[in-house]
C-alpha cells in the first residue's frame, strides 16, 4: 500500500473520495433550491432572505465549514488518487483502445475534477467573498409609491413592514449636508446596521442585496455573456464529472449488487444532467431576459 499525506492506502482514499463526492451532491441539492428562486417573478425579497439565512445561522454555518473541509479534501485526494494511479502503472500497454473499455468521463475524472475546483473559486470570489466582506455590497432598497405619482425608493428592513427612505438615511463616513438642509436622523452602520444618529441607538436591520449582485454580473454589458457563457460550460463540465463520479461512490463503498446498481447508475445519470442543466440555465434566464 502506498502511503499518502492523508491517508495510508488507495481503498482508504476511495472511501473518503466517494463519502465526499456524495455529501457534495446534497449540498448541490440543496444550493440549487436556493438558487432557483432567481426564476420566479418579484423573488428579490425571498432570495435576499435565504441568502441571509445561508449566511447567519448557526447550524448551516457548521454545515458550509464542512462543506470547504468536503472540496478541498475531495480535491486533493482526487490529485493523490490520480498521482498514485499514475505510478502504478508507468509504462502504457503496447495497444491500447480506451474509449472502448471506459469513458470519457471515467478518464478524465482529475482533469475535469481540476476545472469545477477553478470554478468554484471563481463562483466564491464574484459572489461569496463580496457577500461576506465587501465593504461597498449594495443594501437592497425597493421603489413604493406613497401617494400617486410619487415615486422613492426605500431601503426594505429585515423586520415585516419596515421601510427607510433611501435619501433619509446616511451611509457610514458621510458627510454632513449642506448648511441650510436638514440632517439625517438614520445612519448606517457595520454594513447593514440602522442607528438613529442623535441616540446612537440601533433602530433596525437592513437586507444585503445578493439578488442585484447575481443579476447585475450576468446581465453586465461588457463581460455578461462572457460570464454566462463560462458558467454554462462549468455546469457541462460538472455533468461529465458527476455522470462517473455519482455511480463510482457507491461502487467504492461496496454498495453495488445485481439488484441495485442498475437503479444506482440511472439515478446517477439523471443527477448528473438535471442538476447541472438547471444550474445552467439559471444565467442564461438572467442574461436574456429583460
Known amino acids: 500500500m502506498a502511503k499518502s499525506a492523508l491517508l495510508k492506502s488507495s481503498i482508504g482514499k476511495k472511501y473518503w473520495m466517494a463519502l465526499t463526492g456524495l455529501f457534495l451532491c446534497l449540498f448541490l441539492v440543496g444550493h440549487l433550491a436556493g438558487n432557483l428562486q432567481l426564476l420566479m417573478p418579484n423573488s428579490q425579497l425571498q432570495f435576499n432572505q435565504y441568502a441571509l439565512f445561508m449566511t447567519t445561522n448557526p447550524a448551516v454555518k457548521i454545515l458550509s465549514y464542512l462543506t470547504y473541509i468536503s472540496i478541498l479534501f475531495h480535491a486533493v485526494d482526487g490529485i493523490l488518487l490520480a498521482i498514485q494511479n499514475k505510478k502504478a502503472r508507468p509504462v502504457g500497454y503496447a495497444k491500447s483502445n480506451p474509449s472502448a473499455n471506459s469513458s470519457f468521463a471515467s478518464r478524465n475524472m482529475a482533469v475535469l475534477g481540476t476545472l469545477v475546483l477553478v470554478f468554484i473559486a471563481t463562483h466564491m470570489i464574484n459572489f461569496w467573498a463580496k457577500m461576506h466582506f465587501d465593504k461597498n455590497m449594495p443594501l437592497m432598497t425597493q421603489t413604493i409609491e ?110 453495488n449488487s445485481p439488484k441495485w446498481t442498475p437503479i444506482i447508475k440511472f439515478a446517477g445519470k439523471a443527477f448528473a444532467v438535471i442538476v447541472p442543466l438547471l444550474f445552467a440555465i439559471i444565467p442564461l434566464f438572467i442574461h436574456f431576459s429583460k
Do not use: C
Open 146 to 255: 406613497p401617494a400617486p405619482g410619487m415615486k422613492s425608493e426605500y431601503y426594505v428592513g429585515r423586520a415585516v413592514g419596515q421601510y427607510y427612505q433611501v435619501d433619509q438615511v446616511k451611509l457610514h463616513g458621510e458627510k454632513e449636508p449642506e448648511a441650510g438642509l436638514p440632517p439625517k436622523q438614520l445612519e448606517i452602520k457595520n454594513g447593514t446596521d440602522l442607528y438613529n444618529v442623535q441616540a446612537n441607538v440601533k433602530v433596525g436591520e437592513l437586507y444585503k442585496d445578493l439578488h442585484k449582485i447575481t443579476f447585475d454580473f450576468f446581465k453586465d454589458k461588457k463581460y455578461g455573456l462572457y460570464f454566462t457563457l463560462f458558467y454554462v460550460f462549468s455546469m457541462a463540465v460538472l455533468a461529465f464529472h458527476l455522470w462517473h463520479g455519482f455511480q463510482s461512490a457507491f461502487q467504492s463503498l461496496g454498495l
